[in-house]
């Protein structure tokens, strides 16, 4: 009778936990990824400056400015811009006419168009007519993303 020779009790051990080991970092790593896609954020701040001063040029009405900052940890873009509820145009630099329009300068890394990278830095020049809007009104800016989140602001118009 031939004798088979099986894995020691202490080897078999071994390798069990070497292969848990190596089941736990590989679930430990799929893990970490979900986290990192589902926990990035945007959040536009406007910290630097909220003022509206009169304007005659290029048209009567009031020039709003709104400064700030993106604190988040992922990309936001603004796609909209509208005042007490009412969608504004927006238009390049320095092609304000009449009407009620926007315009948009960003800086930092990632930043480019609409779009304020991470930490990066953003100006907008919000334009609107005198016929519609008076001194003494207070103005509600709502900023709308690209993900659907609204950045509100009351900008009161001496």
Request: proline content about 3%.
């Given at each position: 009778m031939t004798r088979k020779r099986a894995v020691s009790p202490v080897i078999a051990t071994v390798i069990l936990i070497a292969v848990a080991v190596a089941v736990g970092i590989a679930v430990a790593f799929w893990a970490g990824g979900l986290t990192t896609n589902f926990s990035r954020y945007e959040e536009l701040v406007v910290i630097?400056?909220?003022?509206?001063?009169?304007?005659?040029?290029?048209?009567?009405?009031?020039?709003?400015?709104?400064?700030?900052?993106?604190?988040?940890?992922?990309?936001?873009?603004?796609?909209?811009?509208?005042i007490n509820g009412n969608p504004l145009l927006q238009v390049p630099y320095g092609s304000f006419t009449a009407g009620e329009q926007w315009y948009m300068a960003v800086g930092g890394s990632g930043s480019s168009g609409n779009t304020v990278g991470s930490g990066g830095n953003f100006t907008m020049a919000v334009l609107v007519d005198d016929i519609a809007y008076s001194s003494g009104q207070d103005l509600q800016v709502v900023i709308v993303t690209a993900r659907g989140i609204n950045y509100i602001r009351t900008v009161y118009l001496p």
């Amino acid at each position: 009778m031939t004798r088979k020779r099986a894995v020691s009790p202490v080897i078999a051990t071994v390798i069990l936990i070497a292969v848990a080991v190596a089941v736990g970092i590989a679930v430990a790593f799929w893990a970490g990824g979900l986290t990192t896609n589902f926990s990035r954020y945007e959040e536009l701040v406007v910290i630097t400056a909220s003022y509206a001063e009169r304007t005659t040029s290029p048209v009567s009405g009031w020039n709003i400015t709104l400064s700030g900052v993106n604190k988040g940890s992922a990309h936001a873009t603004v796609v909209q811009v509208e005042i007490n509820g009412n969608p504004l145009l927006q238009v390049p630099y320095g092609s304000f006419t009449a009407g009620e329009q926007w315009y948009m300068a960003v800086g930092g890394s990632g930043s480019s168009g609409n779009t304020v990278g991470s930490g990066g830095n953003f100006t907008m020049a919000v334009l609107v007519d005198d016929i519609a809007y008076s001194s003494g009104q207070d103005l509600q800016v709502v900023i709308v993303t690209a993900r659907g989140i609204n950045y509100i602001r009351t900008v009161y118009l001496p």
